[in-house]
């Protein structure tokens, strides 16, 4: 069992290749309940990779994934069940289902029913999502299917939600009110939510620490340090 000084999530060592190309050697993540944990790093430092080493859905070359200090394995249908939800790069949502189906395929995943309560609470996180549920998802606009993205991992019920690239084609206005939500599903479900993002500014504003990825290596940032941030971005500082 864990206690409450554990981590909800701990990556430790994490190292993953490609064929004889590695791409991240040596990565090292707590998250702990409630906290928003951010990630970012130059295009292909491996970010994705590292959310996708995570679920198992890319073989780990080394390393361990720890949930509430219990090693997981490398087999990806058991981790939605064990409680780490992965809102992919893209969304993941099949464009052919309605939203509600969306949501069903996801309690299922996590081997649940969707209940009634997983409805009321996404809809009470996201009102725009109430009328759209008979909608099918393909026709969404980017920010709705973004909304939907996230209830599906809330109707998970997970310890951990994992999202790749939040920010990715939304306005200012939007993310920030998905900022908002990560906060108050953080807060209110003590959800440990790890954000992987190119947007600096918008991942410093919402997480409570950030670590940057280069070179393969994982290292803790000062958040509030704009200019390495931003450095790391364009991938011209080495990471202090
Ligand atoms: N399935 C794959 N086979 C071979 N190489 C891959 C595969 N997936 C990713 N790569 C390579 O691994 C590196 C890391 O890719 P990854 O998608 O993890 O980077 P990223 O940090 O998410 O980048 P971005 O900011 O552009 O999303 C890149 O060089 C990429 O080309
Ligand atoms: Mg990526």
């Given at each position: 069992m864990s206690d409450s000084a554990t981590p909800t999530l701990q990556v430790r060592e994490l190292a993953v290749s490609y064929g004889a190309a590695r791409v991240i050697g040596n990565v090292n993540i707590d998250v702990a309940a409630g906290e928003i944990v951010g990630m970012v790093g130059p295009n292909g430092a491996g970010k994705t990779t590292t959310l996708r080493a995570i679920s198992a859905l890319v073989a780990r070359q080394r390393g361990q994934v720890m949930l509430e200090g219990v090693v997981l394995g490398e087999r990806p249908e058991i981790m939605a069940r064990a409680g780490i939800a992965h809102v992919p790069e893209g969304r993941?949502?099949?464009?052919?289902?309605?939203v509600h189906q969306n949501l069903r395929l996801a309690a299922i995943g996590a081997g649940r029913k969707l209940s009634q309560e997983d409805v009321a609470y996404a809809t009470a996180v996201f009102p725009l999502i109430e009328r759209l549920?008979?909608?099918?998802?393909?026709?969404?606009s980017g920010g709705e299917q973004q909304m939907v993205a996230i209830s599906r991992g809330l109707v998970a019920r997970p310890k951990i939600l994992m999202i790749d690239e939040?920010?990715?084609?939304?306005?200012p206005r939007i993310v920030k009110d998905m900022s908002r939500v990560l906060r108050r599903v953080a807060n209110e479900r003590q959800i440990g939510i790890f954000l992987v993002d190119q947007n600096v500014r918008g991942l410093s504003h919402v997480c409570d620490r950030i670590y940057v990825l280069q070179d393969g290596l994982s290292s803790v940032a000062n958040k509030d340090d704009t200019d390495l941030m931003r450095a790391v971005y364009f991938g011209r500082a080495t990471a202090a």
């Open positions: 993941g949502l099949i464009p052919s289902l309605t549920m008979d909608r099918r998802a393909g026709f969404l939040l920010s990715l084609g939304l306005a």
